[in-house]
C-alpha cells in the first residue's frame, strides 16, 4: 500500500497539470473548483473558474451577488442547482463563519451542495485533513486496481468504495495523494484505451493481470430517458418587446428565464397549439400573427431529453396581469442580459 502511494505521488509530480486551484489552494479555491467541475470537463471548467474568481476574488464578494447574476456567469455549465448551491453555501459561510470555511469535515457537509466529496477535498486539500476523495476517477483507479465489479452507483458500491479510497489514504500528505488519485484517472487510468503497457501501477493491478480492465468499472443501468416536448411561445410586441417566464417550482433550470410553453407528452402540430386551452388562456383571443416557427432544437439532460420547437407570434396587446408573477415583458436587446438555459442560448444565437 505504501509503494502504490509513493508510486502515484511520484506520477504525480512529474505529471500534474499546472491549474490556479491548485497553484494558490485556498479553501475558497478548492470549494468553487469542485463545484465547477462537478459534471464538467476541465478545459471547459477552467474558464469559468477565472471568469469567477475575476468578478467575485472572494467569497464575502461572492456572497454579496444576487442569485440572477450567478445564474447568468454560470451560464452554459447545466446542472444549474450547482450554481444556486454555490450562491447559497456563499451566504451561509458568510453567516454562520464569518466568510471563512470551517476546516472540519462534518461542519463542511452541512453547508448547502456540499457532500462527502466536496468536503473531503475541501477539508484535504486546502486544510490538510486526512479524508479520502472518491469521484468518478478515483471510482475507476480502484475498481481496476482491486478488480472489484461490484457497480459504483448503488449503495453497497458506494460504501465499498468510500472504504476502499480512505484505507489507500496517504494520512500524512492527503492534499497530494488525493489529486494524484483524481488526475491519474483523469490522464492515464481513462475510461477508454488506458496504457496499460506503460502504467506504473500496473504490478499492482489486479484487473492488468485478470485481463478485465475493459470492464471496470461496473455501473448499474441508468434509468429510462424521458422525452419531453416544449412547444415555447415567443410573443413579440410592436414595440420590440418579447415576453420571458421565470421559472419557478421544483422543475428543471429553476430561476432561469425561458418563454411561455405548452409542455406535451407527443409532437403537436401547430393548430393544435394555436387552439390549445393554454394559449388561449395566455392570448385572451387578443389578434395575433404567428411570424415564424423554428426547427427543433434537441437537447439532452442526464435523465430526460428536450424537444423543443419555438413559435414567434406577434401580438396586438398584451398578456393577462394574471401572467405577471411568472411572466415579464423583456426588451429584444436586453435578452442577452438574464439567466438562461443552454438550449434558450442556442435558439437566441440563431434567433432574428
Not at 475558497?28 to 462537478?38: N, R
Not at 453497497?156 to 492527503?174: Q, W
Not at 491519474?184 to 492488468?208: E, I, M, R, T
Not at 394574471?322 to 438555459?341: D, H, R, W, Y
Request: aromatic residues 10%; glycine residues 4%; proline residues 5%.
Amino acid at each position: 500500500m505504501i509503494e502504490i502511494q509513493e508510486t502515484l505521488a511520484r506520477w504525480y509530480e512529474t505529471h500534474k497539470r499546472e491549474l490556479p486551484w491548485r497553484s494558490d489552494p485556498t479553501p475558497y479555491h478548492v470549494w468553487l473548483s469542485e463545484i465547477i467541475l462537478q459534471q464538467t470537463r476541465v478545459n471547459q471548467g477552467y474558464d469559468y473558474f477565472m471568469r469567477f474568481v475575476e468578478r467575485w476574488p472572494s467569497l464575502p464578494d461572492l456572497a454579496q451577488a444576487s442569485e440572477e447574476e450567478v445564474l447568468k456567469m454560470w451560464q452554459g455549465l447545466g446542472y444549474y442547482s450547482r450554481a444556486r448551491n454555490l450562491h447559497k453555501c456563499a451566504r451561509q459561510v458568510m453567516e454562520l463563519y464569518g466568510g471563512e470555511f470551517p476546516s472540519d469535515f462534518e461542519r463542511l457537509k452541512k453547508l448547502q451542495g456540499i457532500g462527502n466529496y466536496t468536503a473531503a477535498a475541501i477539508a484535504s486539500i486546502a486544510f490538510g485533513q486526512p479524508h479520502a476523495v472518491v469521484d468518478g476517477n478515483v471510482y475507476r483507479v480502484l475498481s481496476r486496481l482491486y478488480d472489484i465489479d461490484t457497480p459504483i452507483n448503488n449503495e453497497k458500491g458506494v460504501k465499498l468504495f468510500a472504504e476502499l479510497a480512505a484505507s489507500l489514504l496517504d494520512r500524512e500528505h492527503p492534499a497530494i495523494h488525493n489529486q494524484a488519485m483524481m488526475e491519474f484517472g483523469a490522464l492515464h487510468c481513462v475510461p477508454k484505451n488506458p496504457d496499460c503497457l506503460q502504467c506504473p501501477l500496473q504490478s499492482h493491478c489486479l484487473a492488468f493481470a485478470h485481463g478485465t480492465v475493459d470492464e471496470r468499472p461496473q455501473k448499474e443501468k441508468k434509468l429510462k430517458i424521458k422525452t419531453r416536448y416544449f412547444n415555447y411561445l415567443v410573443f413579440k410586441t410592436s414595440d420590440g418587446g418579447i415576453y420571458l417566464r421565470k421559472r419557478q417550482g421544483n422543475d428543471i433550470w429553476q430561476n432561469l428565464y425561458d418563454f411561455p410553453c405548452i409542455e406535451s407528452e407527443q409532437p403537436l402540430t401547430i393548430d393544435e397549439i394555436l387552439n390549445h386551452e393554454d394559449f388561449r388562456n395566455l392570448t385572451l383571443d387578443q389578434a395575433f400573427v404567428v411570424e415564424k416557427i423554428s426547427p427543433q432544437y434537441t437537447h439532452k439532460l442526464t435523465h430526460q431529453t428536450i424537444i423543443a420547437t419555438f413559435i414567434e407570434i406577434k401580438i396586438s396587446g398584451i398578456l393577462p396581469k394574471s401572467q405577471k408573477n411568472i411572466i415579464l415583458l423583456a426588451l429584444e436587446n436586453e435578452l442577452g442580459t438574464f439567466p438562461v438555459p443552454k438550449l434558450i442560448d442556442n435558439y437566441l444565437n440563431n434567433y432574428n
